[in-house]
C-alpha cells in the first residue's frame, strides 16, 4: 500500500499562487498514476488533473483552465500541483491518489484510484 501525505495548502488572495506537494512512501513502485482532486464544501469530490508513470498529463478544463500545473519528481517520490491565479472558486480541500494498477491509464473518477492522502485545506480570499 502507497502511503501519500500532503502539503503547501494555506490561506492565500485572489490572483495569488500556490504549489502543493504529495509525498509518496511504502510501496511506491505500484503507484503507476498519480491524481489531485479536490473537495469544496457542499460538493463532490472532483477531478483536477493526474500524471501517468510514463509522463503523460491530463488536467480537468472545466476545473483547472490551464491555471495549473502537475509535475512529478521520481527521485523525491513527490507530485506537485502548481496553482497560479487562483479564485475563491478554487478554495477546497485538495487530495491526492495513486492509481497502482495501471501504467498509462489516467483515471477521472474516484473509484479508478487505490490510495489517498488525507488532503490539504486551500482557502483563497476574495
Known amino acids: 500500500q502507497v502511503h501519500l501525505v500532503e502539503s503547501g495548502g494555506g490561506l492565500v488572495q485572489a490572483g495569488g499562487s500556490l504549489r502543493l506537494s504529495c509525498a509518496a512512501s511504502?510501496?511506491?513502485?505500484?503507484?503507476?498514476?498519480m491524481g489531485w482532486f479536490r473537495q469544496a464544501p457542499g460538493k463532490e469530490r472532483e477531478f483536477v488533473g493526474g500524471v501517468s508513470w510514463s509522463g503523460d498529463i491530463r488536467y480537468s478544463v472545466d476545473f483547472v483552465k490551464g491555471r495549473f500545473t502537475i509535475s512529478r519528481d521520481n527521485i523525491k517520490n513527490t507530485v506537485y500541483l502548481q496553482m497560479n491565479s487562483l479564485k475563491p472558486e478554487d478554495t477546497a480541500v485538495y487530495y491526492c491518489?495513486?492509481?497502482?494498477?495501471?501504467?498509462?491509464?489516467?483515471?477521472?473518477?474516484?473509484?479508478?484510484?487505490?490510495?489517498w492522502g488525507q488532503g490539504t485545506q486551500v482557502t483563497v480570499s476574495s
Open positions: 491518489a495513486a492509481d497502482q494498477k495501471h501504467l498509462r491509464r489516467i483515471g477521472t473518477l474516484q473509484e479508478e484510484y487505490d490510495s
Open positions: 511504502g510501496r511506491t513502485f505500484s503507484a503507476y498514476t
